[in-house]
């Protein structure tokens, strides 16, 4: 387990000497000190990424030579795939085959970006045609700089992949700062990146808290665009110093996502999709679908074999073989959750199941994985989103009154439907106010396709060739090619 700072291609301690504890969600154990870094340490950071930018060249190899690193990232990430994995258990408590998963596509992802790097080399020229045969034109991509990249808790790994590997595919270099809660893994990712010889500066990785390094980041007059994934009052703040000085940006926030059931949908299958819509990963996903709708004709046998397949979720420490749903994050995480399961009953709510400590553990963040019924329209429950395995589940009568439920949310990250019907999937589909729609399935992510919120969900895809297009500016070349003089002052 790694605990320094990785900057300008070294192992370095923080300047102030500052550290973060490391908690395993499962035991409460420490499991690591980490160190916390400043301003200070940030600014070496970013200029060593400033230099590696400007002056190294890091840009100016071709999409093929950078494409070799990520290679080489994706190949030493799969070495290391089960140590790494078990890393993410003790760090972040999802289950280990929810954590091989993450990191099997993180690794991934960097081939993915390879690829992509490789086609920029071959992309032909982009001319443009002018209504003015004096002068040609084209459009050029050029990488946007340095790039301050910040990412929470949920997905260590995976985050890091996402912002990682298509920025230095597009010929940023990068400045990354994990959750203070679960940095572990992104030390690994410096570790085999350090491993494949990437050069000094390319790739930063600073640990230690949003207000303070984190803040740093994206303060810092010599980055060029932020990268946030994190709940909306941060990326609120993110985009307030990104227009201080006009910086780009690009945002991946939560969301409070709908799950429309008709009643031609088979229920075996609605609620298998329904209960991976929401308890993947602890619920803590923010494409989670925790609002979900069903057609009253379906909704009681519905809810409750629900109720019955939830009751069974294996539960426990994630190592252990067969464990389905681990511990929440951290103890806040834990008290915000159980907190808005309160608050829920208060508001009128009835709690189908869960909403509760499992037996039998005294020790780690556990709750049951929890269903709430009559959950009021204006209350947090149906409106916030709660980041934990607690999903909301209503009855509708028409397809028309379903959109308008699921439409009315100030988020916009994702929606599912499902019914036999295509016609009926599509046109939902097309009526969903989000940014990624699931048909007959809930939350299957691929590394090619746009990843990105509708309304306060974000601003910006990543992942598929958007993912790059993140990292790119477009540059205007545009010549005068005839020989006759311009004639305006000089005649
Ligand atoms: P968070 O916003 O509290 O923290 C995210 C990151 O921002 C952390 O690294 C944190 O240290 C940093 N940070 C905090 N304050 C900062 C500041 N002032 N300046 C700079 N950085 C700062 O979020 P979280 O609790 O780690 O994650 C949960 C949230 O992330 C949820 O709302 C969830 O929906 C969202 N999320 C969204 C996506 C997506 O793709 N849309 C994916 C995962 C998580």
Redesign the pocket.
């Known amino acids: 387990m790694r605990s320094e700072l990785y900057i300008d291609g070294k192992w370095v301690k923080p300047i102030k000497g500052g550290t973060c504890i490391v908690t395993n969600p499962a035991t409460e154990e420490t499991i690591q000190t980490i160190s916390a870094a400043t301003a200070e340490d940030v600014n070496v950071a970013v200029k060593a990424a400033r230099r590696a930018f400007d002056k190294d060249g890091w840009p100016k190899l071709s999409g093929a030579q950078r494409a070799k690193y990520l290679r080489a990232i994706a190949a030493g990430i799969r070495v290391r795939q089960a140590d790494i994995a078990r890393l993410e258990v003790l760090d972040n408590g999802k289950p280990f085959p929810e954590a091989d998963w993450d990191v099997a596509d993180a690794a991934g992802c960097f081939d993915f970006y390879a690829g992509l790097a490789e086609q920029l080399d071959n992309k032909p020229e982009e001319t443009i045609s002018l209504p003015d045969d004096r002068f040609t034109s084209k459009a050029v991509k050029e990488p946007i700089g340095v790039v301050g990249a ?6 260590p790994l995976l ?1 890091a992949a ?1 912002k990682v590997a298509p920025a230095l595919a597009a010929g940023c270099t990068v400045i990354l ?6 940095s572990l893994t992104a030390l690994e990712l410096a570790a085999v990146a350090d491993e494949t010889g990437l050069p000094a500066g390319v790739l930063n990785i600073v640990t ?4 303070v ?7 810092h007059r010599q980055v060029d665009k932020l990268a ?8 609120s ?2 985009m307030a ?1 990104a227009a201080r000085d006009i910086k780009r940006v690009s ?5 409070k996502s709908p799950f429309v059931v008709f009643d031609d949908a088979d229920i075996e299958e609605a609620v298998e999709w329904i209960m991976f819509g929401i308890f993947w990963n602890q619920g ?5 679908t925790s609002r979900v709708l069903v057609h009253e004709a379906i909704y009681d046998r519905l809810l409750a074999r629900l109720v019955e397949e939830t009751n069974k979720i294996k539960i426990g420490n994630g190592l252990e073989d067969g464990v389905l749903l681990g511990p929440l ?1 951290s103890k806040r ?1 834990y008290e915000q959750v159980t907190a808005a399961i309160d608050a829920a009953r208060k508001a009128g709510a009835t709690v189908a199941c869960g909403g509760t400590r499992p037996e039998g553990f005294d020790k780690g963040y556990y709750l049951r994985p929890t269903v709430l019924t009559d959950v009021p329209l204006d209350s947090d429950a149906w409106v916030e ?1 709660i ?1 934990g395995p607690v999903v909301c589940v209503k009855a509708f009568k028409t397809e028309e009154e379903a959109i308008e439920l699921a439409n009315d949310s100030r988020f916009g ?1 994702a929606a599912a439907v499902m019914s036999k019907d295509d016609v009926r999937t599509e046109r939902v589909a097309s009526a969903f106010r989000a940014g990624i729609v699931w048909i007959n399935c809930s939350q299957p992510t691929f590394t090619e396709a746009p ?3 509708y309304k306060e ?2 601003i910006g895809r ?1 992942l598929g060739r958007w993912g790059l297009e993140n990292y790119l500016e477009t540059k205007q070349i545009t010549k005068y090619v005839t020989d006759n003089p311009w004639g305006w002052y000089i005649r």
Do not use: H, R
Request: charged content about 10%.
């Open positions: 910040i990412i929470p808790w949920n997905y985050m996402w700062k994990p959750a203070e809660l679960t230690g808290s949003g207000s390094a984190g803040q740093a980041i994206i303060d946030f994934t994190g709940s909306g009052p941060v990326g703040k993110i110093a945002l991946e926030l939560g969301g803590q996903v923010c494409s989670a994050v995480q989103e980041f990250l990843w990105g919120g969900s974000g990543e």
